[in-house]
């Protein structure tokens, strides 16, 4: 299913920064977590961060601590993943989920297409 819509990948030089957002027009994410993922080239699908319906943030990956931020504002019905000192290693496309949970992990039942990440020089 690809009732959700992300946002904000870019061409982008090492140690530089991108947010990327998730959003959708057809129902409410403020009740539910949302995760985000991410696919390298050649890789399997990776849990990146999530956060809950109260803004709770879990981290799944070590390699994006103290990188990457994960928020949410409900006003625009929107989650964000702020994305700091990027690597080469960061590229890949970009996926957020969610799902009927109000932690995390999110729930998978709803996808959007990605956004693409590209870190080089």
């Known amino acids: 299913q690809l009732q959700l819509v992300e946002s904000g990948g870019d061409l982008a030089q090492p140690g530089g920064s991108l947010r990327l957002s998730c959003a959708t027009s057809?129902?409410?994410?403020?009740?539910?977590?949302v995760g985000w993922f991410r696919q390298a080239p050649g890789k399997e699908r990776e849990r990146v961060l999530c956060i809950s319906n109260s803004g709770e943030a879990t981290n799944y990956a070590d390699s994006v601590k103290g990188r990457f931020t994960i928020s949410r504002d409900n006003a625009k019905n929107t989650v964000y993943l702020q994305m700091n000192r990027l690597k080469p290693e960061d590229t890949g496309v970009y996926y957020c989920?969610?799902?009927?949970?109000?932690?995390?992990?999110?729930?998978?039942?709803?996808w959007g297409k990605g956004t693409r990440v590209t870190v080089s020089s």
């Open positions: 989920s969610t799902g009927f949970k109000a932690s995390c992990p999110a729930g998978e039942d709803y």
């Open positions: 057809a129902f409410s994410l403020n009740w539910y977590a």
